[in-house]
């Protein structure tokens, strides 16, 4: 059973793309496969118009990836503890042969700087646990810049890039870390987006954090893709009751988290053992008996804006729902 299915996405350069959804909805897992860390069973992928083979490897997958960079959820696992930071940041500038010698130094220095540890030398000469968890996801940052070819060309590494796409690809990446460096962080991807030209896929299951990135987000659950959209429309008006579940459990300043629009009941579903048709019916109020025969198609909902809904067709949403709404006492409680 594919871990993934029926997922299409495109990422505009400059832009950023919000992934969200619970955990275990095959986030993790698009990211991995658009950077090739896990290899696709089928699909096409296309970079600058040009398409990536699926059996690409050797020098082609090393220089593909030169384009395509992880930041990984835990800063502190996807360092290595036996190494200085200056070693893990230069690696890049070594394996894609980008600098050498005293170069790979001053330029390490500079991507350090660049990323708000200043100065670069001195945090070069630290390795991973001498830092903060804040600090190391900034050393993660910097290493994925390091292999962009357009920036290590440049001759000043913090001027504006132009030339080739990049694409940073950024899994949960504030999630390991206090509150209160949250926001520094997110701030330090925006500013790179803007400055260099960077495309982002922007993996999240905190719909604010989303909407503070991205400029659109796209949905997924139990693998699929549900909706997308621009970020203030799937946000602010939800056409899929699985998004709408989404918005209703977030945390809510008056603290009354039973008064959202969606009582959905039951578990995410065994990716391995899936229903035949739509893998939120078994969860969803609005569910119709055609949601059982099979995958419903993507609905236009708005402008730039699909949701994957049967109820957006007047014809199948016409049929009586599976599962009866419960009945809802004053304070918002089912009886």
Known sequence: ??????????????????????????????ARLITRL???SAGTMRMDGQEIPLTLRGAGLRKFRRNVQMIFQDPFASLNPLHTVGYIVGRPLQVHGLARGA???????????????????????????????GQRQRVVVARALAAQPTLIMADEPTSALAAQPTLIMAD????????SIRLDIMNLLLDLTDQE???????????AGARYMSDRIAVMYAGHLVEIGPAADVI???????????????????????????????????????????????RCPHARPVCREGLPAMYEVGPQHLARCILHDPALAAQPPIHPQPKVTPLGTPV
């Open 197 to 207: 030209g960077l495309s982002m896929l922007f993996i999240t299951h905190d719909l």
């Open 1 to 30: 059973m594919p871990a993934v299915t029926d997922v299409t996405l495109s990422i505009a350069r400059g832009e950023v793309l919000g992934l969200v959804g619970e955990s275990g909805s095959g986030k993790s897992t698009v």
């Open 236 to 282: 602010g008006n939800p056409q899929m009751p699985y998004t709408q579940l989404l918005k209703s459990a977030a945390p809510k300043p008056e603290g009354n988290l039973a008064s959202g629009p969606l009582d959905a009941r039951g578990e995410v579903p065994d990716l391995k053992n899936l229903p035949p048709g739509c893998p939120f019916e078994p």
């Open 172 to 179: 949960e990446p504030t999630s390991a870390l206090d509150v």
């Open 38 to 40: 896990h290899d696709p």
């Open 103 to 133: 170069d790979v130094k001053a330029r390490v220095n500079a991507l350090l700087d660049r990323v708000g540890l200043s100065p670069g030398a001195d945090y070069a000469a630290k390795k991973p646990h001498e830092l903060s968890g």
